[in-house]
């Protein structure tokens, strides 16, 4: 069972409301990126990036869940993180912290457009 499969069986068990947040980037960024994070081929990149993204659309798709795609690219507008979490209720608080450290989106796609 992937983990994407056991977030939802427990949350179900839990009577939440589930919303699915898809965050979506660039291919072309997002296949490079990944292929270098795990020391591994564009190739097997390519390969991961699909079955990530399968493994979403089969949860989303497993049950009547309320789900939208917001992508990295669009966090980069000023402003933009604050809009997108108050479509559900949230406010941004500073600074932002994820996963207990200080963290700045920051646009690292660049880099990624300059390689063939």
């Given at each position: ?74 966090l980069l507008w000023k402003g933009a993180a604050a809009r997108i979490l108050s479509l559900w209720g949230f ?26």
């Amino acid at each position: 069972m992937a983990d994407i499969d056991r977030w939802l069986t427990y949350f179900d068990e839990q009577d939440y409301d589930i919303e699915i947040i898809v965050m979506v980037r660039d291919p072309w960024v997002q296949r490079r990126s990944r292929a270098k994070a795990a020391n591994r081929s564009i190739n097997e990149g390519m390969e991961r990036y699909d079955l990530d993204y399968r493994a979403a659309f089969k949860a989303i798709l497993s049950g009547d869940y309320t789900f939208c795609l917001v992508s990295y690219e669009c966090l980069l507008w000023k402003g933009a993180a604050a809009r997108i979490l108050s479509l559900w209720g949230f406010t941004q608080e500073f600074p932002l912290i994820v996963q207990g450290k200080i963290t700045e989106i920051r646009d690292e796609n660049g880099k990624w457009y300059a390689r063939p």
